[in-house]
């Protein structure tokens, strides 16, 4: 059984950099793809950026200046740096797995607040 949890959000000013972080306990080389999504208050859930178990990682357009993505198989692990942090980056931080059955993990989400 795979669970995923996130970890390294909070307050943060204008400009501040934040790097979030997920733990997967079980089987990371089960999720063939992860990925990290945000959901803003009153908002949609909406997806930031994809990596796969092979390394290869997508990010969407409207996220390509600031975020990276990436993923440590040995440290089970799949992080997100987001630079420059603007105060509509306000929002619930989720890390989501995919296994090979096309079952999707969650995790129960970071809360990122920026803010002066």
């Known amino acids: 059984q795979v669970q995923l949890v996130e970890s390294g959000g909070g307050l943060v000013q204008p400009g501040g950099t934040l790097k979030l972080s997920c733990l997967v306990s079980g089987d990371i080389k089960s999720l063939y793809l992860m990925a990290w999504y945000r959901q803003p208050p009153g908002k949609e859930r909406e997806l930031i950026a994809r990596m796969s178990s092979g390394d290869f990682s997508a990010v969407a357009d409207a996220f390509k200046d600031r975020f990276t993505i990436s993923r440590d198989d040995n440290k089970k692990t799949l992080d997100l740096q987001i630079d420059n942090l603007h105060p509509e980056d306000t929002a619930v931080y989720y890390c989501?797995?995919?296994?090979?059955?096309?079952?999707?993990?969650w995790g129960q989400g970071t809360q990122v607040t920026v803010s002066s």
């Open positions: 989501n797995g995919r296994n090979w059955a096309e079952f999707d993990y």
